[in-house]
């Protein structure tokens, strides 16, 4: 039926400055009516949201989903129940699977499945470069036709400058935008961690900022020169945000997304050598992180993204210079969040619209607002219930989060798609 009455909830809706008491009626999947009176249609199933806040549907921009061929770390049905645990209804996934997301019948197998699932939405990024090789050009149209929503060669860098303006340039005839992974492949070649003091204390080779800089600066330069739009994945630090904002004041069409491990971590947590702190980009200084901070606040970064990487104790429990690169992100992305709002860095309102509005605009996604007419796509939270991260009770089949155990505020409620309830919470979660 995917009708329903939603009540008693405060609404946040950035894309239409709404934050307010208000109930919204669903019917027949979208966004039928906001009313303030407290009787829904007779015989419509009724949600209380009491306490709670209502926002449109989360939509994560950047998830590896691993299937096809790793789907021993997350398969498509794993990834999107952990999804809309984590309050995602729409989410959007990278192209290094194996084979390589890199043609069309890749592409549709991974929306078959997700239509098989049946719980959030699935958009997929297609590779640039065949095989993420980064020597000739993937197949573009025929991904542009089997619906991929952006190109990427997330978790490389395409380092052939040629060939990358030859990216951009398909890419803008298509009108699909370049989801760009910035790091120098020769400058942080057989590196670990960030480059400075903390890489020195612990003996391990470091990637420094700069191998970020330089390829956000390049590839601004040549979305100058194809027209191409622009979208950097996953900014760490000073210097990267320093380029994407003056990029943006030069009139460049480039956004720019951070993650949530980026901007509640810094290279200190690697003391013991965690490698559930293994990423890529690294995590840097405090000075870093205060300046992407200072980015969301400014409006540098259209989005959070999780960049959820699942991978098993295989390729983590080993020696931090073997481990695998990547932690997942997608059920603690609110309560680690939260800790942005409780801080008082970012409010609750914009927090929603890094993960709603902002999000659908970078990638011209048809969601993240409940005007009357869309999809229901609807996220209800609880910002004040007080949580501790419990990897083990994930729903990803990964375990590689390095947030388990922190205590913190904010638990998803419910998670709507197209009006259908795809997920409700259990009992637990405190109000203190
Ligand atoms: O740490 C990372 N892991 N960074 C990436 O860009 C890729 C990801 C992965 O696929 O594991």
Redo the contacts with the bound molecule.
């Keep these: 039926m995917n009708d329903c009455f939603i009540i008693n909830g405060r609404v946040i809706d950035p894309a239409r400055k709404v934050d307010g008491r208000h109930n919204l009626i669903v019917r027949g999947g979208r966004v039928a009516e906001w009313t303030q009176a407290r009787r829904g249609p007779t015989g419509v199933p009724v949600i209380d949201a009491r306490d709670a806040v209502v926002t449109p549907g989360w939509i994560d921009l950047h998830t ?1 989903l ?1 299937e096809p061929g790793e789907e021993y770390k997350e398969d498509v049905a794993s990834g999107v129940a952990a999804a809309v645990a984590g309050g995602f209804a729409s989410i959007v996934c ?1 192209a ?1 699977t194996k084979p390589v997301a890199d043609n069309a019948s890749v592409i549709e197998h991974i929306r078959q499945q997700a239509r098989v699932a049946g719980l959030a939405r699935v958009y997929p990024i297609g590779a640039i470069t065949r095989g993420l090789k980064g020597e000739e050009l993937a197949d573009i149209g025929d991904m542009a036709a089997a619906g991929v929503v952006a190109l990427s060669d ?3 860098t395409v380092a052939n400058t040629r060939l990358m303006r030859k990216g951009m340039e398909y890419a803008a005839t298509f009108g699909l935008p370049i989801v760009d ?1 910035c790091e120098d492949p020769f400058l942080c070649a057989g590196t670990a961690m960030h480059e400075g003091a903390q890489s020195t204390r612990l003996g391990l080779a470091g990637s420094p900022a700069e191998a970020e800089e330089v390829i956000v600066q390049r590839d601004i330069a040549l979305a100058r020169l194809t027209g191409a739009r622009l979208h950097v ?2 900014v760490s630090a000073v210097q990267g945000v320093d380029a994407v904002r003056a990029g943006q004041e030069e009139g460049i069409a480039v956004t720019a997304e951070v993650t949530p491990h980026h901007l509640l971590l810094t290279d200190e947590v690697l003391a013991g050598y965690d490698t559930r702190c ?4 690294p995590l840097r200084t405090a000075a870093d992180r205060a300046a992407l901070r200072r980015g969301l606040r400014e409006g540098v970064f259209a989005a959070i993204a999780t ?1 959820h ?3 098993t104790s295989i390729e983590k429990d080993v020696p931090f210079d073997e481990a ?4 997942i992100g997608l059920e603690s992305a609110l309560p680690v969040c939260m800790r942005l709002v409780t801080e008082r860095v970012i409010s609750l309102c914009r927090l929603v619209e890094l993960f709603t509005i902002g999000p659908a605009r970078t990638l011209g996604l048809p969601r993240g607002r409940l005007a009357v007419g869309d999809d229901a796509d609807v996220t209800i939270l609880d910002p004040r219930a007080a949580v501790v991260i419990r990897s083990s009770a994930f729903r990803s089949k990964s375990r590689n989060c390095p947030f388990d155990g922190w205590r913190c505020r904010g638990k998803v409620l419910y998670t709507l798609v197209g009006g259908r309830i795809v997920y409700r919470a259990g009992p637990g979660g405190r109000r203190q």
């Design positions: 590896h691993r990278m290094n997330d978790g490389k992974h994945a996953h293994k990423v890529n980009p960049d990487a699942p991978h695998a690169c990547g932690m």
